[in-house]
């Protein structure tokens, strides 16, 4: 069973940066996809990052330029630069199986930027 652990989340001023960081354990199968979403306060769970363990990026519109995902097999991290107010969300890290679509969440972190 896949569990994911984040961290990194916190305030800062608008146009600072922070980098979360997510550490998958359990069995992870090897074709997948790790990234992170975003939820603020009345608003639906949005893609913010995703990578696929080919190394295939995708990233929403909103936060092209600014955030940077990386990864290995066990681990993704965003690194959210020129942040702006309309960051502030709960970022939750995923994990999800290529061939069954079958994923898990974790727990979220939040982010509140400040202007």
């Known amino acids: 069973q896949v569990q994911l652990v984040e961290s990194g989340g916190g305030l800062v001023q608008a146009g600072g940066s922070l980098r979360l960081s997510c550490i998958a354990s359990?069995?992870?199968?090897?074709?997948?996809?790790m990234g992170w979403y975003r939820q603020a306060p009345g608003n639906q769970r949005e893609l913010v990052a995703s990578m696929t363990s080919g190394g295939l990026t995708n990233y929403a519109d909103a936060v092209k330029g600014r955030f940077t995902i990386s990864r290995d097999d066990r681990s993704v991290h965003l690194q959210m630069d020129n942040l702006a107010p309309e960051d502030t969300a709960v970022y939750y890290c995923s994990w999800t199986r290529v061939d069954t679509g079958v994923g898990v969440w974790g727990q979220g972190t939040p982010v509140t930027v400040s202007s």
């Open positions: 359990g069995y992870l199968f090897e074709y997948n996809v």
